[in-house]
């Protein structure tokens, strides 16, 4: 079994692709150790509690200064002990310690298609409204592992989604997320769950 940990800031709607894949054997040979958000009020935390998920809050706002912030995320992390670690839409810079820690075994989603739209300042929906300002036709999403830079770690799985006439930043985030996003995530998770996944030479190599 791989035990997994997601780690997310919002919504969770990614964590929720993941807890419906777990349940209904989209993903195999997987269990959700636990739940870490870096936000109290956030509606992932519930969808957690509502399964069952063990979970825990580390906020910055609780501590006094960002190295003590990055070791309490780290032993929380460390605390589930899991094999992969989830950034499901989790809007914290990963500390250093924890990118060597769970090298290769650390994956992130993005909402484009990498190198599209990625790296600082792109998140959530200040990538749609990039894409729509330069006028592209078709977006998308990426799984892939984290290394030390933003968004630029081995690439997993991606999937393209067309844009649409009329699309407001909204609504492109809400399709880019139903046709890719809460696809290609858990099939991911599913893919290292059953050894299919390694690393070679910085990139991904996919057993079929
Ligand atoms: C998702 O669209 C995810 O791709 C994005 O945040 C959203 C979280 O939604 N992540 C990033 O932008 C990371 N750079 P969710 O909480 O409903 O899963």
């Not at 063990?54 to 990055?70: A, L």
């Not at 500390?95 to 769970?102: D, F, G, L, S, V």
């Not at 992130?108 to 739209?117: A, D, E, G, Q, R």
């Not at 809400?174 to 809460?182: D, G, L, P, T």
Request: charged residues 25%; contains cysteine.
């Amino acid at each position: 079994m791989l035990r997994i940990v997601v780690l997310v800031s919002g919504g969770g709607t990614n964590l929720q692709a993941i807890i419906d894949g777990v349940n209904n054997g989209t993903i195999t040979n997987t269990e959700i150790a636990g739940v870490i958000s870096n936000n109290k009020n956030v509606y992932a935390l519930e969808r957690a509690k509502k399964h069952q998920i063990p979970n825990c809050c580390i906020s910055s706002k609780d501590f006094e200064s960002r190295e003590i912030f990055n070791e309490k995320l780290l032993a929380a992390v460390d605390a589930y002990k899991p094999d992969l670690v989830v950034l499901a839409g989790f809007l914290v810079v990963i500390p250093p310690a924890m990118i060597e820690r769970y090298r290769n075994r650390m994956i992130n989603i993005h909402p484009s298609l990498i190198p599209s739209f990625c790296g600082k300042g792109f998140y959530g929906l200040k990538v749609h409204e990039a894409a729509l300002a330069r006028g592209v036709k078709v977006v998308g999403a990426t799984v892939h592992f984290v290394d030390e830079g933003t968004d630029t770690g081995p690439i997993l799985l991606q999937k393209a989604v067309e844009i649409q006439p009329g699309d407001t930043p909204e609504v492109l985030q809400r399709r880019v997320m139903e046709e890719a996003e809460w696809k290609i995530l858990p099939r991911a998770i599913d893919l290292i769950a059953n050894g299919k996944v390694s690393v070679k030479d910085g990139k991904t190599v996919i057993a079929d």
